[in-house]
């Protein structure tokens, strides 16, 4: 599976950005997707989680970005998707989008991440 996101880039406090991650490959069971970041200087924490198929979806946020951050997918577009709004300078990281790990970093051995996409809140 490879993983190719995009949407990043630099925005003023309080403003929006959609994160998008692009899945190609073995894509055929995928059961969990979900983004990841890491500011500099911090460990890498997990943002939001989705879990599932058609629509028996299951979706777990950090407590940071609940009521700000959705996570959504598109299953026939193989795309992961992260809508930011209310952001904060704290929100500043790489964001990752990771195939088959939790939303405590907990992975499955075949798990697969991609490069990062940065976002700059500021």
């Known amino acids: 599976v490879q993983l190719v996101e995009s949407g990043g880039g630099s925005v003023q406090p309080g403003g929006s950005l959609r994160l998008s991650c692009t899945a190609s490959g073995h894509t055929s069971n995928i059961w969990s997707m979900g983004w990841f970041r890491q500011a500099p200087g911090k460990e890498r924490e997990g943002v939001a989680v989705i879990d599932g198929i058609d629509n028996e979806l299951t979706m777990t946020y950090a407590d940071a970005v609940k009521g700000r951050f959705t996570v959504s997918k598109d299953s026939a577009k193989n795309t992961l998707y992260l809508q930011m709004n209310s952001l904060k300078p704290e929100d500043t990281a790489m964001y990752y989008c990771?195939?088959?790990?939790?939303?405590?970093?907990?992975?499955?051995?075949?798990?697969?991440w991609g490069q990062g996409t940065q976002v700059t809140v500021s």
């Open positions: 990771a195939v088959g790990c939790s939303l405590t970093l907990v992975c499955a051995p075949g798990a697969y």
